[in-house]
């Protein structure tokens, strides 16, 4: 399942990041296979989602949140 489909107040781990522009960005905040995730928010109209990486909360466009598959 992606990102953009998984529920608000919901824990989930990161399974995979797809191949995009931006996955080494991804990578450097923490956004890691394998790593635990929250997702605090989710912005109306197709906005950006709020998630939360260990102590990191990360905003992230609904495109980046596309390409990070979760379970």
Request: a positive charge; aromatic letters at 8%.
């Amino acid at each position: 399942m992606k990102l953009t489909d998984f529920e608000v107040n919901k824990k989930g781990i990161i399974t995979e990041i797809l191949d995009n522009p931006v996955a080494s960005k991804l990578m450097e905040y923490g956004i890691l296979p394998g790593a635990s995730f929250y997702v605090l928010n989710k912005a109306s109209f197709n906005g950006p989602i709020f998630i939360r990486v260990g102590s990191n909360r990360i905003v992230l466009r609904r495109t980046e949140a596309a390409a990070v598959i979760v379970e």
